[in-house]
């Protein structure tokens, strides 16, 4: 069995990994094109997967915010600290531009559905999806079939993790409101999600 | 196990926790037309890290950026953006994961293959 490492070795490492990230910065700030190349391609997927999964259903969105995190990053990068690896600086990039994102959707007037529109839910039966993949699958393809709305507020809310006051507060909504629009978003996702396990 | 008899907001933030991790390659288009555009940025902002300086530092060059490297060219030539006129940039842009095999050319390492 592996040995668990030690809280000296994890350290370790990550010094070394934010020292290999400092000379990368530098290289790309000196304007050499190889460290640019080796600066998109190691952090091209991270920030490409977090985009793809955070602006459902909106995958035309994906391409274009990740270009721009790029570009405001480099614009940026002489700011850069090496206080953080650079993967969680530019996630934290492409979060501000999520959440303008979010922020500007949930700004605009929603149209809720009726009250009697949605039924009771019951509970979904996530648990009998042992599979990681499968319920992340699952999952993105009911985000993906909710009004944007509702997919953008359940995003912020639980995948953000942030809080109904915060939202209510970035979108000049009353928290009752967000809360309201929670709730109808968690009802149509799993109503989504029953009619998707319902057999046909 | 998810637990299905807990209240809405628990049963989200479980779902949110189990579904955060995600694997997934960014198309190899969108690489290149994110180094194609830095690298024009790059260029706009000053003369770039010239290939000599590139290749005393142990970067490896490509055919091409050799060749611009070894030719009776003034340095301002070395420092320039060559990729803007190769046809791999603009495969790569185009089509995913194009035809290009050029060794040390940033394009094709940013192929998913």
Known sequence: MLPFPQADEVRTDRVAAIAQDEALVRAVLARDRKATAEFVARYADKIYG??????????????DFAQEVFLVAWRSLDQYRGEAPVDNWLL?????????????????????????????????????LLDRQQLQERTQQVLSSLPEAYSVALLWRYWEKRSTRDIAALTGRTEKAVERLLARARELFKRRWNDEQSPA | MMNSH????????????????????????????????????????????????????????????????????????????????????????????????????????????
């Open chain 1, 92 to 128: 934290g990039i492409a979060r501000h531009k999520v959440e303008d994102h979010y922020r500007a959707k949930l700004r605009e007037p929603v149209d809720l559905p009726e009250e009697n529109d949605l039924e009771l839910s019951f509970n979904p039966p996530w648990d009998e």
């Open chain 1, 50 to 63: 977090y985009l793809r999964h955070r602006l459902l259903p909106r995958a035309d969105l994906v391409e």
């Open chain 2, 6 to 113: 807990l209240p809405d907001d628990m049963l989200f933030e479980d779902l949110a926790e189990r579904t955060a991790a995600y694997k997934d390659k960014a198309p190899s288009r969108l690489k290149s037309r994110i180094y194609s555009r830095l690298m024009l940025e790059e260029a706009e902002a000053g003369p770039l890290h010239s290939l000599s300086n590139c290749a005393r530092d142990g970067r490896r060059l490509c055919v091409f950026e050799e060749l611009v490297r070894i030719a009776p060219l003034g340095e301002s030539a070395r420092q320039r953006n060559v990729c803007r006129v190769c046809h791999a940039r603009v495969l790569a842009e185009k089509m995913e994961n194009a035809p290009i095999y050029w060794p040390n050319c940033p394009y094709v390492r940013f192929q998913n293959r």
